[in-house]
């Protein structure tokens, strides 16, 4: 009879210290961090002298957010104008948006409260200029006012949505990478302006 060959005993893969293994991680982690990192070279800025050694990427950010305020500024204007409704100012398409938001009645309080607007004459003025136009209706309730918008104002909203669907939502799609890079973009605006407010209770208080 003839003899069965022997068989080797089966050997177990050789496994990863775990030491290399947290190594392999935080490898990839720089790799990561590499890769978003911008290049070497002078930082993008508008006033040189503020750029401090603890954040240089802080001024960069403040150069985008000014020229981001202005461009926003300028579309939200031009959009409520091919909307029909013009002379308006940023402020005033802003206030109109949010009275329009939900359908409900909004204070004055609130209005300044969720726009982040410490001068409240600012939007007194605005809703008389909306209510001058009917866009916005005011309605007293015991001592306080409330406001709400008209069906122009509402209208209004409507047709500025369409052209906003048109100009400038249509340059996105729906789950894409980009949209999760601007939401996590708008988490850190929420943040920084904690930290702005903070900084400008302390100013005040010099």
Not at 33 to 55: F, K, T, Y
Not at 69 to 96: E, H, K
Not at 190 to 206: C, D, H, K, M, N
């Amino acid at each position: 009879m003839a003899r069965k060959p022997a068989t080797e005993p089966a050997t177990e893969p050789a496994t990863q210290p775990a030491a290399d293994q947290a190594e392999v991680g935080h490898a990839h982690a720089r790799s990561a961090a590499s890769a978003l990192a911008r290049p070497p070279g002078p930082n993008i800025v508008s006033s040189s002298h503020l750029v401090s050694e603890r954040s240089p990427e802080l001024s960069e950010f403040e150069f985008g957010l000014n020229t981001a305020y202005n461009a926003y500024s300028r579309w939200v204007v031009r959009c409520m104008g091919a909307s029909g409704v013009r002379d308006l100012t940023f402020l005033d398409v802003l206030v109109l948006h949010h009275v329009n938001h939900r359908a409900r009645p909004k204070r004055l309080a609130d209005i300044c409260f969720v726009l982040n607007v410490e001068d409240t004459h600012l939007v007194t003025y605005a809703l008389k200029k909306l209510q001058g136009l009917a866009l916005v209706e005011g309605e007293r309730i015991g001592k306080e006012a409330t406001y709400i918008t008209t069906p122009a104002g509402t209208e209004a909203c409507a047709r500025y949505r369409e052209i906003r669907e048109q100009c400038l939502t249509s340059n996105f799609s729906a789950g894409s990478a980009e949209n999760v890079e601007i939401g996590e973009l708008a988490r850190l605006l929420r943040v920084l302006t904690g930290l702005y407010e903070q900084a400008a209770r302390s100013a005040t208080s010099l």
